[in-house]
């Protein structure tokens, strides 16, 4: 599966923001999705998973109450709405799909999108 992450941007904190990612292919709904984010000169950080049902989630403690995922299986899409963004939350944000269940772990996620910067200014 090809990943296609959109929606960034820059935004004052306080603001929100909506990613999109879109999958290729016919087995997206096989897929449970997460994503990811990485500021510049730290790791790869885990901030959300869902399952393929859509009904399972697994959020970061850093997002939880701010952020929420979303699918929608008929369109090949994954969302993440973000809420009351602050400057910290400024990085380059990844979709990516896994088979079986959520993870928090990047290396057990197969398949990536190219990412899409958020910045969020104070």
């Known amino acids: 599966v090809q990943l296609q992450a959109s929606g960034g941007g820059l935004v004052q904190a306080g603001g929100s923001l909506r990613l999109s990612c879109v999958a290729s292919?016919?087995?997206?709904?096989?897929?449970?999705m997460g994503w990811f984010r990485q500021a510049p000169g730290k790791v790869r950080e885990f901030l959300v998973a869902?399952?393929?049902?859509?009904?399972?989630?697994n959020y970061a403690g850093s997002v939880k109450g701010r952020f929420t995922i979303s699918r929608d299986n008929a369109k090949n899409t994954v969302y993440l709405q973000m809420n009351s963004l602050k400057p910290e939350d400024t990085a380059v944000y990844y979709c990516?799909?896994?088979?079986?269940?959520?993870?928090?772990?990047?290396?057990?996620?197969?398949?990536w999108g190219q990412g899409t910067q958020v910045t969020v200014s104070s």
């Open positions: 990516a799909a896994k088979y079986g269940s959520p993870s928090d772990t990047r290396y057990q996620y197969a398949h």
């Open positions: 869902i399952a393929w049902s859509g009904i399972r989630t």
């Open positions: 292919g016919r087995t997206f709904s096989s897929y449970a």
